[in-house]
């Protein structure tokens, strides 16, 4: 159980840390507005996380309590979607990162910030395909119930988020001018966060297989 424990956090900070939806916003409100501003962005998106993360165990865990062909499906389609996020990344990578450095719009207040980083949180389509295909792989069905697991696996996504998201806005809030007078480093982060998406949808369909191939 620990050994799985541990394979989840290993696997959900990899998710974190590559540079898709949230981290990215974040990063761009702190080369906009600095650091302050990018740590309440990661506050507010890590409390939407933390919904989405509620809504998918409350409406899958009962699911797949049930139906052991159900979570294969949903783990399958779920590593199919990530290859496509990696992929759309990718192909997009330049116009992302223009868009990011074009901000012009006046600094929100703290609330709007919170608001807004929630809203990207709660919306993120990367967490919402990772709670729904990854999280199910470490559930252990003789562990208790899967819906308690899922809430408990969805706290420490939020969590986790929470601090490597912050952490992000602070790095690049401290080295903002380094990164607005480039968008050559974003389109690298915005690579990067397009292939370890990639890289996550195969293994999925890696441990899926394994899993069949060892029954």
Known sequence: MLFRSLEFVAASVAIILAPGPSVMFVIARAVAWGRATAFLTAIGNAGGLAVLA???????GPLLQSSALLLDVVQAVGGL???YLGVDALRHRRQHANEMLAIDEDRPSLVGTMRQGFAVGV?????????SAVFPQFVDTGAGPILVQLLIFGLIFAVLAGLLDGTWGL????????FATSSGRLVALRTIGGTVM?????????ALLSA???E
């Not at 990639?198 to 890696?206: C, D, E, P, R, S």
């Open 198 to 206: 990639v890289l996550l949808g195969v293994l999925v369909f890696a």
């Open 171 to 178: 790095l690049v809030g401290s080295s903002r001018d380094w």
């Open 123 to 131: 919306l993120n389509p990367k967490a919402l395909v990772f709670f």
């Open 81 to 83: 979607y990530l290859i």
């Open 212 to 214: 069949h191939l060892t």
């Open 54 to 60: 509620t809504a998918i165990a409350v409406g899958l």
